[in-house]
Structure formats: C-alpha cells, structure tokens
C-alpha cells in the first residue's frame, strides 16, 4: 500500500512534488509519466503548500466541499425560518454519489456528465415541492409550476431575487437538452457555451457552474436568515 500527497492549482490541473513521485513503486512511474503537463500559468496550491512547507494546519481550496457547507446552511436556514428544510433527505444511489462528487480531471467533456447530472438530482430533484407550495401566501398563477418555479415564487414572497434560482435552472435547462444521455456537441455545446462562457474544459466549467451555485444558495440562507415572514402554515 502507498499513498501520493496531491493538491490541485487554481486552473484545476492536479499537483505532485517530484520528492513524492519519485517515491511511488517503479511499476507506477510510467502511468503517472503519461498523465503529466506543462503548467499552465495557474496557482499551487496554497494548503497543500502550507501543511507542507510551513507545517501549518490549512485547508486546500475545495469548491465541493464549499458546496456542501451552502447547501447545509440553506437547508438550516430554512428549517429556522420555518420548520422545515428545503431539500429532502437523499435516496441511495443519489446520497453515495453527493458524497462522491468531485471535478473532472480529464479534458473529455463527457466527464461533465456524471458530476451534472448528480449535482441536478440533488439541487433540483430533491427538492421539497409539496412544502414550498404549502408554504407559499399565494398560489402559482400556473398549476403545473414545479420545483424550481416554487421555489422561486417562495423567496420572493421572502424579499429574494427575481433571479435567486437561476443557476440551479441551469442545471435543468442542460438536462431539458439531453445532455446528460451523451454528450455530441449540437445544442448541448451551445447550451454549456451560454451557461459557462469562456470556459471550455470540463473542470473549468464545472468550477463555474459550481460557484454560481454556492453563491445562489448563499442568497437563499439570507433571503431566509433575514426574513421574517413565514407565509402559510405547512
């Protein structure tokens, strides 16, 4: 058994010390040798720098588990505002596969399809439509809204945003494209193009995607946080 220090720089290539590698058993060296690259301008890592260099006790940069924290606060928010949070609890396979969940770490663009799909089961799928629309003071003007136009509808009544949910709509305008079947350019690469500009590997734009999210659930844990407004009764 071994074990490989990593970090990842801020362009989202993955880091190794030489010291390290060459420590690694000789029947691994050439795998990593095929997998190495010329930097690319991007920043170290600045934990892995720290614990390893200045022997401090440092986080790396890690926008999955900043995720996670954002959707913890909005759905503890939530549950202070009004008793209840606004995602459900995961089924299995969904659970394992959030606690899975990590960028890309090829530059095949099918490697998006994993992570987006898991992040909209649990962004979007899991969401707690029937205490949304209890809680809302007004009803839909469309009996059919679903989730994400509930939810929308209930921050609004709370002081949100008109456009609080917009990158979780994303998420679902990506899958209404049937880009998460398979990934063969057409209006799925138009699609990423307008959701993620100028981002073209598939770590850059799930960074994007991913951080557009934390900030949109950060919104909601104020929008919440600061409202005192209940609405109905659920």
């Given amino acids: 058994m071994w074990g490989l220090s990593i970090g990842r720089t801020s362009d989202g290539l993955v880091e190794v010390d030489l010291y390290d590698l060459s420590r690694l058993?000789?029947?691994?060296?050439?795998?990593?040798?095929?997998?190495?690259?010329?930097p690319t301008g991007g920043e170290p890592d600045s934990g892995k720098l720290e614990r390893e260099r200045l022997?401090?006790?440092?986080?790396?940069?890690?926008?999955?588990?900043?995720?996670?924290?954002?959707?913890?606060?909005?759905?503890?928010?939530?549950?202070?505002?009004?008793?209840?949070?606004?995602?459900?609890p995961l089924a299995e396979p969904a659970a394992t596969e959030w606690q899975a969940l990590h960028a890309p770490v090829v530059n095949d663009m099918n490697a998006l399809l994993s992570p987006l799909l898991t992040?909209?089961?649990?962004?979007?799928?899991?969401?707690?439509?029937?205490?949304?629309?209890?809680?809302?003071?007004?009803?839909?003007?469309?009996?059919?809204?679903?989730?994400?136009?509930?939810?929308?509808?209930y921050l609004a009544e709370r002081g949100g945003?008109?456009?609080?949910?917009?990158?979780?709509?994303?998420?679902q305008r990506l899958r209404s494209k049937g880009g998460f079947a398979h990934y063969a350019?057409?209006?799925?690469?138009?699609?990423?193009?307008?959701?993620?500009?100028g981002r073209n590997t598939p770590a850059e734009i799930f960074e994007y995607l991913c951080r557009n999210i934390i900030q949109a659930l950060g919104s909601i844990t104020e929008t919440l946080t600061t409202s005192t407004d209940t609405g109905s009764e659920g």
């Fill in 25 to 38: 058993p000789s029947p691994e060296w050439n795998h990593w040798k095929s997998h190495n690259v010329a």
């Fill in 185 to 197: 350019g057409g209006a799925v690469e138009l699609e990423i193009a307008a959701i993620a500009p």
């Fill in 161 to 171: 945003t008109p456009d609080a949910v917009k990158p979780l709509r994303d998420l």
């Fill in 119 to 153: 992040l909209t089961k649990v962004l979007v799928d899991s969401l707690d439509e029937i205490q949304i629309k209890r809680a809302l003071k007004t009803p839909p003007p469309d009996p059919q809204t679903r989730s994400l136009g509930l939810l929308q509808l």
């Fill in 55 to 88: 022997n401090k006790i440092a986080a790396s940069p890690d926008t999955v588990r900043d995720l996670r924290t954002a959707v913890t606060c909005a759905n503890d928010a939530a549950q202070r505002h009004q008793g209840w949070p606004l995602w459900r």
